[in-house]
C-alpha cells in the first residue's frame, strides 16, 4: 500500500477492518481456532485483537517475521504441528459461502498436498496468479501477464496440508505465496482447485483501495 503508518488489514472499508470480513466468513463456517499471522506492524494487530470481543472463536496471534508471506507461513508449524489448516490473506474480501465451498472440496480430496481457491471473476486481480488445469487438478501456476495463463485468478486462500511445509520452505523469501504450489507439483504432488464464480477484493495498493466504489465485491456485499 505504500505506507508506513497502519497494518494493510486495519485500513477500514466502509468503516469496517478488512480482518473483520476475514473473520466474519470464518465464523459463518463454524472454525473455532483463528491465528491472525502478522509481521509490519505486529503490535497493532495486537492492540486491535485485545480491543474487539470475539465471542464465537478463539483468535490468537503470531509473529511471522518479515521475511515474507511463505517463511511467516512456515512459523505457523510449530503451533500446527500434523493440523491441516486454511490460509487465507488478511487483505482480501470474500463473499458468504466460499469457504464452506472450499472446505467440502478439501474433503473429497484427502490426498491432494493443496487445494487452491480461485474464480472466474479476475477483474480484481490484476497481479494474483493464474491457473492452467487437467480437470481439477492444477498443472501450472502461471503469471497473470503470460498470455497463455488460465482463466482461473488463485484468491490468495488455500487449504493447507501438513506435507506442504516442505514446499513453503523451498521458496525464496520474495516470492508470492502461492510459489510453493508449483514446487508441490514439480514433485508430483497433487494440487487441485476450488473454483467459484464470485467476486473478491483484493488490496495490494491504493489503486485498489479507490476501486473499492465501484468493484463487484462492494455490489455484492451491499446489495447495490
Keep these: 500500500m505504500g505506507r508506513s ?3 494493510k488489514c486495519l485500513i477500514p472499508i466502509e468503516g469496517v477492518p478488512i480482518v473483520e470480513y476475514v473473520l466474519e466468513r ?3 463456517c463454524g472454525i473455532k481456532l483463528i491465528l491472525l499471522l502478522s509481521g509490519f506492524h505486529h503490535d497493532q494487530v495486537a492492540a486491535y485483537i485485545s ?3 470475539f465471542e464465537r472463536s478463539v483468535v490468537g496471534q503470531v509473529y511471522g517475521g518479515v521475511d515474507g508471506e511463505n517463511p511467516a507461513i512456515c512459523r505457523l508449524q ?6 491441516e489448516f486454511i490460509y487465507l490473506g488478511g487483505d482480501c474480501i470474500f463473499a458468504q459461502g466460499v469457504i464452506e465451498k472450499l472446505l467440502k472440496c478439501a474433503e473429497r480430496r484427502p490426498d491432494d498436498a493443496a487445494i487452491v ?3 472466474f471473476e479476475s477483474s480484481m486481480a490484476p497481479t494474483h496468479e493464474h491457473l492452467n488445469l487437467d480437470g481439477e487438478r492444477i498443472v501450472k501456476v502461471m503469471a497473470p501477464d503470460d498470455p ?6 488463485v484468491m490468495g486462500t488455500y487449504y493447507i496440508r501438513p506435507k506442504s511445509f516442505k514446499f513453503l520452505r523451498m521458496v525464496p523469501p520474495e516470492n508470492l505465496g502461492s510459489a510453493f504450489l508449483q514446487k508441490a507439483i514439480d514433485a508430483g504432488e497433487t494440487v487441485s ?5 464470485t467476486p473478491w477484493f483484493c488490496i495490494h495498493t491504493q489503486d485498489d483501495l479507490e476501486k473499492w466504489n465501484t468493484s463487484p465485491m462492494r455490489k455484492f456485499l451491499l446489495g447495490l
Excluded at 510449530?78 to 493440523?83: C, Q, T, W, Y
Excluded at 497463455?148 to 485468478?153: E, F, I, M, Q
Design 148 to 153: 497463455s495463463a488460465g482463466s482461473l485468478a
Design 51 to 53: 480491543g474487539v470481543s
Design 78 to 83: 510449530s503451533f500446527l504441528k500434523d493440523e
Design 193 to 197: 482447485v476450488c473454483p467459484v464464480t
Design 5 to 7: 503508518d497502519i497494518q
Design 117 to 119: 481457491l480461485a474464480t
Design 26 to 28: 470464518l465464523h459463518e
